[in-house]
């Protein structure tokens, strides 16, 4: 029976509660409104909490110091909108202990309902019937039981009334309910939750093996006339060891500055954590030790990963970016899932590109802020998944102002880069991706993974099924019969001259000739043009405009 809750056991307790959820991770991904293999909810949440985590399970310092780190990782962490909630409902648990050398019921049940406020206050417009409600009503019924005498009561309380907000979420949410599943994001906390009480009831959870499968380099692309051009990425923590009154951090940027490009660093007590390319290893690694030593460090030779590109462009794994010290009125920072699309988005006019096959974390937005040298920045985080992300990565970001642009989609982005004149002012730039963006209407055909039904609708496996603003418009055996069909529908009702058909790496070219073919021959007076993507997800993506 656990009375109090020290620094030890609030990382044990952080652990096993993320073990469980990874434990169900994939069950949380398939709790989508449709059955297409794109969820990430459960992902992004095991991606957040273990971004904390690393702060915080090798730590021996104070509580109150743990639960910081803890929170202030998962912030730094957060991906998609689930993983944003999920770090600022920890925020919130630490704001409510601080200062606190052990914990009792009371406290944590206190500091349970401050975790709350920070969840929804991080949310622009609150909706019930999401990992929300399902926070706030466990955190309720905890409140509502004080005193509560011991924490196994207390999460078991937590968890039942957290199970019970969780099957009613499609009462709120009318999608849900169609689809007959439950919040994905609530159900992620639950399943961590679970883990803790489990763990309170000495039960074992097993550790989820991750493949450590080294990246393979071609050796033979290589040789003693290779120009190693790029240099390298260097990253690391630094323990400092010198007295802090005499380390500057404005001062350690200076100096790295001579030596290397594309810097980042972030200060946190004595450690410092830091990024930078440069062409001379020594000469970083010199000059970090004048001020203490490496806890960790990471050395990538950024000619490997760069050798296909153009001379002054830079893939540093996750950012493609072109190096230059030149001040633009205004950077453009987008998203893509795949190295295809992020090239086609950096050739169009992206300043930096994010590749993430997950939905980026705050901190990968941040590093793509510091890879530019305008004081002004436009971003197109290209989910709605990641705009909350991306606007806290915004409000954290102070060497420039962020704009977050109201982009949901790769296919709104590569239209509204095509429109903008890069020479003209930032405000007239987002006028015309507003313009641009408005003006389009898209929807997308998917191929069912499994029957389903949705509302009145019925699609069995395999089939092809057009969606549109959660509403299914067609259905049918072949990806062109449903496309012909749904072009047909919204051609008699509106007027658009321009079609694009945006396909996936399970369409071929010749297909999609094929198709475009067909819609020409409805002899619709409409322009039809196809954009690759090499998304895996859908199999179409049509605009009208």
Known sequence: MLLKIDNLIFIDLIEIGIKNLDKHRNIVNDLNVFPVPDGDTGTNMVMTLKYGYEAIKNK?????DVINSFATGTVFGARGNSGVIVSQFFKGIAEGLKDKTEINCKSFALALGSGVNFAYASVAKPVEG?????????????????????????????????????????EFLPIL??????????????????????????????????????EYIDLSLFNKDTNFAYGYCIEGVLQLTIDLSDFDLKDFNKKLDKVGKSIVTTQEKDKVKLHIHAHQIGEVTDLCQEYGEFLKIKIENMTVQSMQNNSNVVEDKKFLYNETNDVPEFAIISVANNSFMQQKLFEIGSDVVIKSDIAPSAQDFIDAFSLVNAKKILVFPNSSNSILTSMKAGSMYKKAKVTVLNCRSIVECYASLLMIDYEDSIDNAIQVVN??????????????????KYGRKQVKENEFFALCNQKILNIAPSLDNVTVE????????????????????????????????????????????????????????????
């Open 60 to 64: 021996n310092a104070s509580l109150a």
């Open 130 to 170: 999401t990992i929300l409600t399902v926070l706030k009503d466990a955190t309720k019924a905890v409140i509502e039981k004080l005193p509560i005498d011991n924490f196994d009561e207390l999460f078991d309380i937590f968890l039942s009334a957290a199970k019970i907000s969780l099957e009613r979420t499609p």
């Open 177 to 214: 309910k169609k689809a007959g599943v439950v919040d994905s994001g609530g159900a992620g906390m639950v399943y961590f939750f679970e883990g803790i009480s489990k763990y309170l009831k000495g039960e074992k959870i097993e550790d989820i093996k991750e493949s450590t499968q080294e």
């Open 435 to 452: 313009d641009t963006i408005s003006k389009i209407y898209q929807l997308c055909i998917y191929q069912a993974n499994k029957d389903f």
């Open 486 to 545: 749904t072009v047909k529908d919204i051609l008699e009702n509106n007027d658009y001259s321009v079609i694009t058909l945006y396909y996936g790496s399970n369409v071929t070219n010749e297909y999609i000739e094929y198709i475009k073919d067909l819609i020409l021959n409805l002899d619709l007076d409409v322009e039809v043009a196809s954009v690759e993507t090499n998304e895996a997800v859908y199999c179409l993506t049509i605009t009208f405009e």
